[in-house]
């Protein structure tokens, strides 16, 4: 009887696992196509992961890598009260000692628990560690990028 129902549950996991990718929305762009598009109406962002993260005060920010897609963007999380936030994927030039930003959003409104800002994607198939993802929230609306704290350096 525990082989039968070991064999089950194993086939079940299997069965959902192979489901739940079947069943993913394809992407609407690939590539260099889905540059300075949002992650969201591409639907690249439905199968990423958080390549790196950073807490912040009331948040969060993540630098977000697609698979599918090959892309990355920042995303800026707010976990309490109500914020601004800003969001900004940035990339590090090591020869010149800072981040240099390529493209950045910043919410028109304050923003409530656990709702996110992120910015545009970018194609990068093979994602350097040079990326980084910058955000804050705020008091306040700031119309600029934010280029501290980030994810790293």
């Known amino acids: ?14 069965v959902f696992l192979i ?3 079947a069943f993913a929305p394809a992407p609407l762009c690939s590539g260099s196509g889905c ?21 912040i005060s009331n948040g969060k920010i993540e630098l ?3 698979m599918s897609c090959n892309t990355l963007w920042g995303r800026t999380r707010n976990s309490s009260g109500r914020h601004y ?3 900004t994927l940035a990339y590090w030039m090591w020869w010149e000692g800072a981040n240099t930003y ?8 304050k923003i409530g628990p656990g709702q996110v800002v992120y910015t545009a994607q970018y194609y990068d198939p093979v994602p ?13 609306y700031v119309s600029y990028p934010a280029l501290s704290p980030c994810t790293s350096h």
């Open 85 to 87: 936030a800003q969001s």
């Open 35 to 55: 540059n300075g598009l949002d992650p969201h109406t591409t639907q690249c962002d439905q199968q990423a992961t958080t390549w790196e993260y950073r807490y």
């Open 19 to 21: 489901a739940g990718t």
């Open 128 to 140: 350097e560690p040079s990326w980084n993802a910058c955000g804050r929230l705020t008091s306040y």
């Open 102 to 109: 390529l493209y950045y959003r910043n919410s028109p409104g």
């Open 64 to 66: 977000r890598f697609s």
């Open 1 to 14: 009887m525990k082989t039968i129902l070991k064999f089950a549950g194993a086939l079940w996991l299997f």
